[in-house]
């Protein structure tokens, strides 16, 4: 039977919206959640495939910046919302959704597409690559101490009301946004995220709580966390779990980490989501008893390869010719010469001999700073042809801060 794509009708959002949640498990959101994301859907941006009656396909994008290196903020489309009735797999489904999506960002003039994956074997072949990485870790706190920097004791911590504190919370991130590349610009409504907190969701936690870092009067930085409470029969065993966490300055990060290990009741200090090189790995005593461990976190695209390249600023000077293959967007496919530095870089096209040949998944890999040139090469993803071009191009790509993405979309 043949199927429709079009654009999501705001009138069809329910009956398309229960075919996502039929996709990730079909267990109902809360009623809260359920009409947050609504009121975030760009129903101009999302998409659905028609079988009939039926909905059996699902996509969406959200307009966002996102930081890249160099502090520049860059027009991205967020991927999201991405699924496939199982009735109608194998039908091309989802090949007409990331081809559509992709014509219509690049109609729109973003460069970047940006997507968080539920499997992330799924949108290689898309031209999607891994280009950052979140930490978690469980801290024990009954065998780990913190040593925190001179001036922490200056910082005065407030528990304050989750939504009453929330614009100062947010005038914190807009701040750090220019800091690390990954970082989402602030955008209308989606402060609202932070706030969410369904009871269902809770696995047994306290509501979310929220501690105010101060110094002079003024907001240096914030944490949302909340406590699961746990007992045996030698005593409390709770868990303190971390949502959120930022701070202006290290004095002030290492204040709050600090309150948050040494909550009364509790052994273990959950963080769920952190930069690879977050600065709380040199505060503890004992790395090993933190059990960090690695994840995916923010896949990019680029949509354009010369705007995309053109718009972050490198760390060292660089001047490569990249031969590109993009089979999904052959737009991209061919030479680019990309000459750049701290102060900006173009990237035009060329006739000029290759330096590198690599996959626009590599570029998308390596574009924030977060996975280098070198090691995608070691595993045969991109090849040198010129001498020493392979590191010059690594070094200029990289980062001094680890990309990062806070939250989900």
Not at 117 to 144: H, L, M, N, W
């Amino acid at each position: 039977m043949t199927t429709e794509l079009r654009v999501l009708d705001p009138s069809e959002w329910d009956r398309w919206y229960g075919v996502l949640e039929l996709a990730f498990g079909g267990v109902p959101e809360a009623p809260e959640e359920r009409q947050l994301w609504r009121d975030l859907t760009e129903f101009d941006r999302s998409l659905g495939v028609w079988d009939g009656d039926l909905c059996v396909g699902t996509s969406g994008a959200f307009t966002f910046r996102l930081t890249v290196p160099g502090g520049a903020s860059v027009p991205a489309g967020g991927v999201t919302m991405v699924s496939v009735a199982g009735t109608h797999r194998r039908r091309g489904i989802l090949t007409s959704m990331m081809r559509r999506q992709l014509d219509d960002l690049r109609a729109a003039g973003e460069s970047l597409a940006v997507l968080t994956a539920s499997e992330p074997e799924i949108y290689g072949r898309f031209g999607y690559g891994v280009a950052a990485y979140a930490t978690r870790a469980t801290i024990d706190t009954t065998r780990v101490r913190l040593s925190v920097p001179e001036g922490t004791d200056g910082v005065a911590l407030r528990q304050a009301d989750l939504v009453e504190s929330s614009a100062a919370c947010e005038a914190v991130y807009a701040r750090l946004v220019p800091t690390r590349p990954g970082l989402l610009a602030p955008m209308p409504g989606w402060e609202r995220l932070a706030l969410l907190d369904p009871p269902d969701s809770r696995e047994g936690a306290s509501p979310r709580l929220c501690v105010l870092a101060e110094r002079d009067g003024e907001v240096v930085g914030f944490t949302h966390y909340s406590i699961k409470p746990d007992w045996t029969f030698a005593g409390a065993t709770g868990a303190v779990n971390v949502h959120r966490l930022f701070g202006l300055d290290p004095v002030a990060e290492a204040a709050l980490w600090r309150f948050l290990c040494s909550v009364d009741l509790t052994s273990e200090v959950r963080i769920q989501s952190r930069p690879v090189d977050d600065g709380w790995q040199h505060l503890v005593s004992d790395v090993r008893r933190c059990s960090p461990t690695l994840r995916d976190s923010l896949h990019v695209r680029l949509v354009e390869v010369g705007a995309a390249l053109e718009a972050r600023t490198y760390q060292a000077p660089v001047d490569v010719v990249f031969e590109v293959e993009d089979a999904f967007c052959p737009w991209n496919e061919g030479r680019w010469r990309l000459a750049g530095d701290a102060k900006g870089a173009s990237c035009v096209r060329t006739s000029d001999p290759a330096d590198l040949t690599l996959s626009v998944r590599e570029l998308g890999s390596a574009y924030l700073g977060g996975t280098s040139l070198v090691s995608l090469a070691a595993a045969g993803r991109v090849r040198e042809l010129r001498e020493g071009s392979l590191v010059e191009a690594s070094v200029a790509f990289g980062s001094p801060a680890a990309p990062w993405l806070p939250h989900g979309f």
